[in-house]
């Protein structure tokens, strides 16, 4: 209450303990082509392991195969990951065998009542083509070949649940199974890849916990391989009953509820799955806009341009440079660069390539392409460095700070490589450099080094360093995150001089950890003067000095007379 009225004591607290809060500054953003997982989604990745299990391994084609391991790549270095899968003409597989395109969760409830199949792949691609999805119930379990007893013998058979049993209704359990019919997935055609058992024909059913037990909704709730489609109709999904029972499945069940039942086991072998090769440059770059154009919906640091031409790399850095809290990484593309020979022409096609991404100091290009081992298809590829280059900064993070560069011996070393697709001279890295792209070398002892930190803007200022643009980055985003819960507050000494002590001793800290030489923080009435205050704004001005990286070493040797004392020349 604003006045007491009547005596008494009131008690208020006043938190008065804010701090600027820390932020993460390594979480990336990538778009690329993979032959399974959700799409048009981002998915966090953090293990090359959990990118396998989620979008599959890479397939023959290069060209999806230089996507993955620009992902796999990055990831090695120990940063979290923002996955979007593209499509372009894929489908999933179905028991129809005509496929369908369902991207993603959202993709399939879209679809609602207008499935034409009884079961789906999860996701496109052809590893849903071989998928065998079996239902088993009570009779039909009793009237199982030799191949499915040996499951019911196994997992039990089903009949009623506790639920039904409760309200006096019977025979509502039913077994799913999802079988590797083709090998597809576990090398050895026939395994079990999931099973649903005792899962109930009745869409009301719970289980003890109070989870839903209907089998539509525990499918398509947990399973990584397949989608339950049009069987809101019994007839529409089983072929044969038994006679017995008298209530259709996917109906709520009651008092009276006796659910039909099987004469055989059913089963479905998905087909009719497609995937998709085609390079789809201007598809990636739009996506980035739109998974990761948005600062109030998702957090990155990196994004990770991938195997894409320049022009849509340029609208990537577009991204970043809108954004303005992030850095995007750009490579030339790799199977370009791998096929030349000639230095005179790898160059020429990496200033080309620079051309046309343009100045910005958000954006950072490197000048090479990788050459690894591609594990899963027994064969070798240039694989684009942007992945790496992100990586590098993800390591600086880890060791040091974020404003600290990732270039050179200690902070810059590129992982998983056979050889480089060129290893340039001096004089190549000069004119890299003079055009904003950093070499990537290769020094007898040491491996390939990232061997430069420049951004991609050509004006001389201290933002055409990669480490200045990511200290202001990191400034910028954790004093802005703090600053906004000045909003609504009044502008007045009190909550000016609160701001100071909240951003000064962030400065000094970060002072302390060599990211600034030095600081100032101006927010009273010089900057909020009445005019200001009267249109409802508060103003803080910030100055920092940042920290430079050394790029050049002068040594000078003098040789001098004996009988010389070296602290005549300060020694």
């Known amino acids: 209450?604003?006045?007491?009225?009547?005596?008494?004591?009131?008690?208020?607290?006043?938190?008065?303990?804010?701090?600027?809060?820390?932020?993460?500054?390594?979480?990336?953003?990538?778009?690329?082509?993979?032959?399974?997982?959700?799409?048009?989604?981002?998915?966090?990745?953090?293990?090359?392991?959990?990118?396998?299990?989620?979008?599959?391994?890479?397939?023959?084609?290069?060209?999806?195969?230089?996507?993955?391991?620009?992902?796999?790549?990055?990831l090695s270095y120990g940063g979290s990951l923002q996955v979007v899968r593209v499509l372009g003409t894929d489908k999933n597989s179905t028991d129809n065998g005509t496929g369908v395109a369902i991207k993603n969760r959202s993709s399939y409830e879209s679809l609602g009542a207008t499935f034409t199949f009884k079961f789906a792949a999860k996701y496109p691609g052809l590893l849903g083509n071989g998928l065998k999805v079996v239902v088993v119930d009570g009779d039909s379990a009793t009237n199982a070949d030799a191949e499915w007893t040996s499951y019911t013998d196994a997992y039990g058979i089903p009949d009623t649940s506790s639920f039904a049993s409760n309200l006096g209704a019977s025979n509502d359990e039913i077994h799913v199974f999802v079988i590797d019919a083709s090998g597809n997935w576990s090398g050895t055609p026939g395994t079990v890849l999931e099973t649903f058992l005792r899962v109930s024909k009745g869409k009301n059913a719970k289980n003890a916990d109070g989870s839903t037990n209907y089998w539509k909704n525990v499918i398509n709730n947990k399973s990584n391989y397949i989608w339950v489609g049009n069987s809101e109709t019994a007839s529409a999904l089983f072929a044969s009953w038994s006679g017995a029972g008298t209530q259709s499945w996917d109906t709520d069940i009651t008092t009276s509820s006796n659910f039909k039942r099987l004469v055989n086991v059913q089963d479905y072998v998905l087909q009719g799955g497609t995937l998709d090769t085609a390079s789809r440059d201007a598809t990636i770059s739009a996506a980035f806009s739109s998974q990761f154009g948005n600062t109030e919906e998702v957090d990155v640091s990196l994004l990770i341009a991938g195997d894409i031409s320049a022009a849509e790399a340029n609208k990537v850095v577009s991204v970043a440079e809108n954004r303005k809290d992030c850095i995007a990484f750009v490579s030339p593309v790799a199977s370009t660069i791998g096929s030349y020979t000639s230095s005179v022409d790898i160059f020429t096609a990496i200033k080309a390539y620079k051309t046309t991404v343009g100045s910005?100091?958000?954006?950072?290009?490197?000048?090479?392409?990788?050459?690894?081992?591609?594990?899963?298809?027994?064969?070798?590829?240039?694989?684009?460095?942007?992945?790496?280059?992100?990586?590098?900064?993800?390591?600086?993070?880890?060791?040091k700070e974020p404003w600290y560069s990732p270039a050179g011996y200690d902070r810059g070393r590129i992982n998983n490589i056979v050889k480089l697709a060129w290893n340039p001279s001096k004089d190549y890295r000069?004119?890299?450099?003079?055009?904003?792209?950093?070499?990537?070398?290769?020094?007898?002892?040491?491996?390939?080094?990232?061997?430069?930190?420049?951004?991609?803007?050509?004006?001389?200022?201290?933002?055409?360093?990669?480490?200045?643009?990511?200290?202001?980055?990191?400034?910028?985003?954790?004093?802005?995150?703090?600053?906004?819960?000045?909003?609504?507050?009044?502008?007045?000494?009190?909550?000016?001089?609160?701001?100071?002590?909240?951003?000064?001793?962030?400065?000094?800290?970060?002072?302390?950890?060599?990211?600034?030489?030095?600081y100032a923080v101006v927010c009273d009435e010089t900057n909020n003067p009445a005019s200001v205050i009267d249109q409802n704004q508060f103003v803080a001005d910030i100055f920092v000095a940042p920290a430079r990286s050394i790029n050049f070493i002068r040594l000078n040797f003098v040789a001098t007379p004996t009988g010389v004392t070296f602290a005549e020349f300060g020694g």
């Open 360 to 399: 910005s100091s958000y954006g950072v290009m490197d000048g090479n392409a990788k050459y690894q081992y591609d594990r899963f298809n027994d064969r070798f590829l240039y694989v684009p460095l942007c992945g790496d280059i992100a990586g590098c900064c993800v390591r600086t993070d880890n060791t």
């Open 1 to 74: 209450m604003a006045f007491q009225l009547s005596p008494g004591v009131e008690i208020k607290e006043f938190d008065l303990t804010s701090v600027i809060p820390a932020i993460a500054t390594t979480p990336a953003g990538y778009v690329g082509m993979f032959q399974w997982g959700p799409a048009d989604l981002k998915v966090l990745i953090t293990t090359e392991k959990q990118l396998k299990e989620v979008f599959g391994t890479p397939t023959s084609d290069a060209g999806m195969a230089r996507s993955w391991y620009v992902a796999s790549n990055f």
């Open 430 to 518: 000069d004119s890299l450099y003079n055009i904003s792209v950093n070499p990537v070398v290769t020094f007898q002892g040491s491996g390939a080094i990232l061997f430069g930190d420049k951004t991609l803007q050509t004006k001389a200022s201290a933002f055409d360093r990669i480490n200045v643009r990511r200290l202001f980055n990191v400034l910028e985003k954790t004093i802005a995150t703090a600053a906004k819960f000045q909003l609504f507050e009044f502008n007045d000494a009190f909550t000016r001089a609160q701001f100071r002590q909240l951003v000064e001793p962030f400065l000094r800290e970060v002072q302390g950890k060599r990211g600034v030489t030095s």
